[in-house]
Every structure is written in C-alpha cells, then in structure tokens.
C-alpha cells in the first residue's frame, strides 16, 4: 500500500530557502510511489480558527465554507505531515500558523483543575517533518517553533514522531545552493566573517543531501 504524505510551504517566498529544503525533501521522496500533496500555505483558503470549541462535540471543525474540510481530511489520511516554514519572530509564519491553529479541531479539550487535557479525536499514527529556515546563527532561535511541534506531535498520538531540520544563517534567496565563493561575497556585504563562507557553503551542501534522505527514507 502506498504511503500517503502532505506538505505545506509557509513561505510567503517563492524559490526562497524553505522552498529549496522542501524541494530536496520531495525529491527524495519522489523515488517512491507515494500519494503526495504539496499545499502553499498563503495560497490556502483558510478561515480562522474562532474558538468557538464546537469541535468538542462535533468531532470536527465547524467552519466549512473554506478548504479546510478538504485539507483536514487529507492530513487524517496522510502517513506523513511536512511543515516547511521560515522563522519569523521565533515561530512560523502566518499563513502557516493560521493553519496550525485549526489543528485545534482534531482533538477535545477539557479544562481541569491544573490544567488542560487534549484527547485526539483520531489517534495518529505520523511521522511529522519540520524544516525550518532561519536568518540567525543560533539554532535556539527556533526552539518556540519546535516547542509547539513536539507538543502537537505528543498529544495528537503516543507513536508520533517528530523530525526537525534547521537551516541557519539564511540570509538571502537561493543561499542553499551558493557555492564559497558566492556566500563571501553575500558575507562581505553583511559583515559577517568571510571565512564562515567554506564551512557554511559545505555544511548546506551537507543539509540539502541529509533532507533528500530524510524524504527517500521516509517514504520507503
């Protein structure tokens, strides 16, 4: 049986860094007779989350004039769930965060005394990929991000689990695929060290191979 995998781009970029590590991504899973769906997360109509908490009950969400319907059942049928974002600010962007909090339809919460509980609807049963890209030298910077990740990754199934790739220094379009002597000049401008360059043009060369692998391994 063919596995099934689905992918949002949160990059408001085209042809940026997230979309180049998603690419690699998909290209080694590509090798592989999987059902893929790749969605830009700002070209989705999405609806905001409202809180209105009927998916307690319903077991669904209860907004249904936008893609959601469609796009929620797609993600309980995948066995795979790919999140490529940039990170703004410590965390996604919004059109995918605007996403993520529709998430809140697939399990029930119930306040408690010290706390919330959040049963999932449908157990998963996931492998849940995250590639980020981020400006900063400190892969830190994107602990929010793979905080909440974690934690959806917890809650929504006990045999979840969760891959994190971080690009960092990403500084400009197309950085991924620069070669030495293209990242000195980009660092020079910056004032950043220029001596950074052989080391950094070696290690996204190295994360570019390792995220093809993650998707050929992945959809094996």
């Known amino acids: 049986m063919n596995k099934k995998l689905v992918a949002f781009n949160g990059s408001p970029r085209k042809n940026g860094n997230t979309s ?23 070209a989705l109509n999405i609806s905001y989350c409202k809180g209105c908490l009927r998916c307690n009950v319903l077991g669904y969400c209860s907004i249904r004039d936008d893609a959601w319907p469609l796009v929620a059942q797609k993600i309980l049928e995948a066995d795979i769930l790919v999140f490529a974002s940039p990170v703004y600010f410590h ?41 980020l890209t981020m400006g900063s030298s400190d892969k830190s ?19 979840n689990m969760l891959h994190v790739i971080r690009a960092t220094r990403m500084v400009v379009v197309n950085q991924l695929l620069k070669n030495e002597e293209e990242l000195a000049s980009v660092y020079e401008k910056l004032s950043l060290p220029v001596n950074l360059a052989e080391t950094d043009s070696k290690r996204n060369h190295q994360l570019l191979e390792e995220v093809t692998e993650l998707g050929r391994t992945l959809l094996s």
């Open 20 to 42: 180049i590590l998603l690419d690699h991504f998909m290209q080694g899973a590509q090798q592989n007779n999987a059902i893929k769906d790749v969605f830009e997360a700002s």
């Open 141 to 159: 910077e994107a602990d929010p991000v793979i905080d909440l990740f974690r934690y959806i990754t917890t809650i929504l199934g006990p045999e």
């Open 91 to 131: 965390h996604v962007s919004a059109p995918l965060k605007k996403i993520i909090d529709r998430f809140r339809s697939f399990v029930k919460v119930q306040i408690t005394e010290t706390g919330l509980l959040h049963t999932p609807h449908h157990s998963w049963k996931k492998d849940i990929v995250l590639l």
